[in-house]
């Protein structure tokens, strides 16, 4: 009889259970040893973030943070207005449906009914398409015709002023519709082509680097003193002196800062220079950018191997 894999546990010492499922999953984003992951998991009762932390305190993981997991699928789309732009993601449970032209279209459409009527997602559904159907109608229709249950996840509007909301779609199947969609908003006295071009550029990089704040301000708090923290325990490990550490622990921030700040990072077209620095020279401001991945932070039910075989063999 082919075992079945998700009622396996591993009992830790202190009465937590960890099933090895877990195990495995903070193995995938660590790269830490199986057994390390069992250990973390069981010194933190479970809790993944906090095992992530205990395994970067003993000098265990080699990722810096656990990244967002895309397991769903579908597209984001993205469209353009004047000062203005949009964003939406729209999900499905296969690959094959962004391939699909009429799924393609809607998503097209919900990006520009989005960027007429902003980023409440109900008002959105309740909005007419071209068919005459309502956007929650049309899925439930695509549901129906295509087979698989779709949803329109999130949307987000962008505008200024003055100047230009830009976008760039990473992996586009067609103009405005992919697997990573940006929106850069640029405060300027006036549009103009290179203010587009630099919009764009944004785009690219952000799409590369995922930053989390437009600037240090912008920095979840909670996620600073995580970081504080494990910085903190690493630099004590070096036996040095409180007074070093401290001032160890402040470089190490800022370097934390050059990594998930937009405006702190190196811009990746040139490899030297602050991204604050290329936007002030253009003459423009920053003032707001989104960045959109498909199925990012959404995990997908993980298939049982072992039933799937039981099953097809008839068991």
Known sequence: MLPDCMDFYVKGDDMAQISAA????????????????KKALTEANGDMEAAIDWLRKKGLSQAAKKSGR?????????ASGKNKAAMVEVNAETDFVARNEAFQNVVEQIALVALEVGSDLEKIKAATLP??????DELTHLIATIGENMSLRRAVVLSVSSGVVASYVHGALRPGIGRIGVLAALEAPSESEALETLGRQIGMHVAATRPSALDISGVDP????????VLVEQARASGKPEAIIEKM???????????????????VHDGESRVSKVIEKAGAKLVAFERFQL???IEKQA??????VAKAAGH
Request: aromatic share 6%.
């Open 70 to 78: 895309v397991a769903a699928e579908g597209l984001v789309g993205v």
């Open 295 to 297: 199925g990012e932070g």
């Open 303 to 308: 298939d049982d191997f072992a039933a799937e």
């Open 222 to 229: 909670e996620a600073l003193e995580r970081e504080r923290a």
């Open 22 to 37: 877990q195990v495995r999953e903070l193995r995938e984003s660590t790269g830490a040893g199986m057994m390390d992951c």
């Open 131 to 136: 068919s005459g159907r309502t956007v929650a």
């Open 249 to 267: 622990v402040d470089g190490r921030i800022r370097k934390f800062y050059e990594e998930v700040v937009l405006l702190e990072q190196v811009w």
